[in-house]
């Protein structure tokens, strides 16, 4: 059972329960344990006036009032019950659960697996939540929009077996970290947006887990120092057998995620993701020190390798090609920039058809000078590749792969989620003038 579970979330009203009379297995196509907690949240989407730290006051839609939006965290297995309540003025909304492979109805996109929730309506999400580690929540109905104006927070689940401290243990400390935005403003979350750097008092001796989140468009740099660091996580799969390293840097592209872990030492730890940070710091103040900039993270080599639930070897059952090109194009009386796949834009793009329990292999190549952080929806992908060179280390799974210019990935995941799934650049401006195609399940 899972008596005892605290559903910790800042601002939303979680209230464990029995599983009752919810007819989960109809409703989400798995069956939890029927000892499952269910976590019942509230997501109101509404609009909000947020101060940031230069004294600009700016208009947000928000959930909840704040921005980023509650968080969200339950234990592995517990299913979750969302009530999305829309009361923006006058524009749909949806809520997308970034990484997590719900079943398809649950999804969140609109105009593929839901019609938006009109103002004044209600649309209530219920899945399992089958799969520990970092996630988050964003509106999927004109994302670069909704999202750029703050509809988005962190959803986090649990390891089940992980035992609870008792009283008298070191509670470790378990952080998500929102990277975001406002205009030229930036944040990390707790910390308000331009917050430059902030103390975080933690006694030496307590586990560290930082949860690291890009919600921004744009490739983030997070940068650790003053600490041994393994890097436990990516995408909210576990890395196998991470190794010591002497601090890092770690590139996250758009939407996605990477856990740190460490233990807390008698000197401060700085976490920078640009002009922002948060300092881990034994006595709370927010003192920095002079190191030299760490290594680059490459998870392509980092961790054991092991075996996996997907066969590495051998040929897949399909195998589709992107390739991502710049093109100039006339638009608004002027010529911009804009980026294609295999030559088209959305609808044009081509379908991704899959049969259940395909092996299907995806080749990136990204002929463009920009990042573009491919988002696989309702599926994790294992990376076979990078330019042609087998991945070396722990199995590396991804739902956000940011493919750097000149870079070609070949991932490989199982076709084991029916249903009609966006493939779409996590850069969401991208995603809407084009970016975007379909898998789909026939
Ligand atoms: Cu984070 Cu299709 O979205
Ligand atoms: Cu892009």
């Known amino acids: 059972g899972h008596s005892g579970h605290q559903p910790g979330s800042a601002g939303s009203p979680g209230s464990p329960g ?35 730290s230069s004294g600009q006051q700016v208009s947000a839609w928000t959930f909840n009032g704040t921005i980023p939006g509650p968080e969200l965290r339950v234990t592995q297995g517990d299913l979750v019950e969302v009530t999305l309540h829309n009361e923006l003025p006058d524009a749909g909304v949806t809520v997308h659960w970034h990484g997590v492979d719900v079943p398809n109805a649950m999804d969140g996109v609109a105009g593929v697996t839901q019609d938006a929730v009109p103002p004044g309506g209600t649309f209530v999400y219920r899945f399992v939540a089958a799969q520990a580690g970092t996630y988050w929540y964003h509106s999927h109905q004109q994302s670069s929009e909704q999202v750029r ?38 944040g990390v979350t707790t910390l308000g947006l331009d917050a430059g750097l902030q103390a975080r008092q933690v006694d030496p001796g307590r586990p560290v887990r930082l949860r690291l989140i890009n919600a921004e468009t744009d490739p983030a740099t997070f940068t650790l120092t003053g600490t041994t660091v393994r890097v436990a996580a990516i995408d909210g799969t576990d890395i196998h057998q991470p190794a010591d390293l002497p601090g890092t840097r770690i590139l996250l592209g758009g939407g996605s995620r990477a856990d740190l872990i460490f233990t807390m030492p008698t000197t401060p730890v700085v976490l920078r993701a640009g002009t922002v940070g948060i300092v881990y710091s034994p006595d709370g103040r927010a003192d920095t020190h002079t190191v030299a900039v760490p290594a680059q993270f490459d998870p392509a080599t980092y961790g054991t390798l092991t075996a996996t639930t997907v066969p590495t070897g051998g040929a897949p059952d399909r195998h589709y090609t992107l390739r991502i090109d710049e093109r100039l194009r006339f638009y608004d009386g002027r010529f911009v920039v804009g ?10 793009t081509p379908v991704l058809q899959v049969t259940a329990g395909d092996l299907v292999d995806l080749t990136i190549i ?8 491919m988002h696989l929806h309702g599926h994790h992908a294992l990376v076979l590749q990078r330019d042609g060179r087998p991945t ?14 000149g870079q070609t990935y070949r991932i490989r995941f199982r076709a084991d989620n029916p249903g009609i799934w966006m493939e779409h650049c996590h850069n969401l401006e991208h995603a809407a003038d084009g ?8």
């Not at 990204?366 to 952080?373: T, V, Y």
Request: aromatic share 8%.
């Open 18 to 52: 029995s599983l009752g009379a919810v007819d989960v297995a109809a409703l989400t196509g798995t069956r939890p344990d029927p000892s499952a907690v269910v976590h019942h949240f509230t997501l109101t989407a509404q609009p909000a006036t947020i101060p940031l």
């Open 149 to 186: 104006r703050g509809l988005y927070g962190a959803f986090i689940v649990t390891p089940r077996d992980q035992p609870q401290p008792d009283a008298g243990t070191v509670q470790p400390v378990d952080d998500a970290i929102l990277r975001h935005r406002w205009g030229s403003e930036e």
């Open 339 to 348: 980026y294609t796949l295999n030559d088209a834009l959305y609808p044009d």
């Open 366 to 373: 990204n002929r463009s000078g920009l990042d573009h952080p």
């Open 392 to 405: 070396t280390g722990s199995p590396w799974w991804v739902d956000t792969l940011n493919v750097a210019p």
């Open 435 to 442: 970016m975007t195609l379909h898998l789909a399940y026939t």
